[in-house]
Nanobody
Framework: EVQLQASGGGLVQAGGSLRLSCAASGFSFDDYAIGWFRQAPGKEREGVSCISSSDGSTYYADSVKGRFTISSDNAKNTVYLQMNSLKPEDTAVYVC????????????????WGQGTLVTVSS
């Protein structure tokens, strides 16, 4: 059974930091890229970041470049999203997903999706 379990969300003040985790199981982790997406109320889902488990290549949306850092622990089949300098507009449900052999911000390429974790940034 494929599982992608996101955790680490919470309430933080603007300027603060959070680290999200995505624990994956049930598929060949090394063959997939893991991406983070977010959806705020009333808005479309947005690709935030991804990392390729095979070569470590990464993608960041312009809105998070310089503030968010994605990393992967292949031994633990876990991907982390370190979020610094958080802004109220970062408030959303964050979801991790897996795409075979491609790291992209486009959700069309993702095969497996996990449940989300809520990040709330207060002003």
């Amino acid at each position: 059974e494929v599982q992608l379990q996101a955790s680490g969300g919470g309430l933080v003040q603007a300027g603060g930091s959070l680290r999200l985790s995505c624990a994956a199981s049930g598929f060949s982790f090394d063959d997939y890229a893991i991406g983070w997406f977010r959806q705020a109320p009333g808005k479309e889902r947005e690709g935030v970041s991804c990392i390729s488990s095979s070569d470590g290549s990464t993608y960041y949306a312009d809105s998070v470049k310089g503030r968010f850092t994605i990393s992967s622990d292949n031994a633990k089949n876990t991907v982390y999203l370190q979020m610094n300098s958080l802004k109220p507009e970062d408030t959303a449900v964050y979801v991790c997903a897996a795409a075979y052999d491609v790291c992209t911000g486009s959700e069309d390429y993702y095969d497996y999706w996990g449940q989300g974790t809520l990040v709330t940034v207060s002003s």
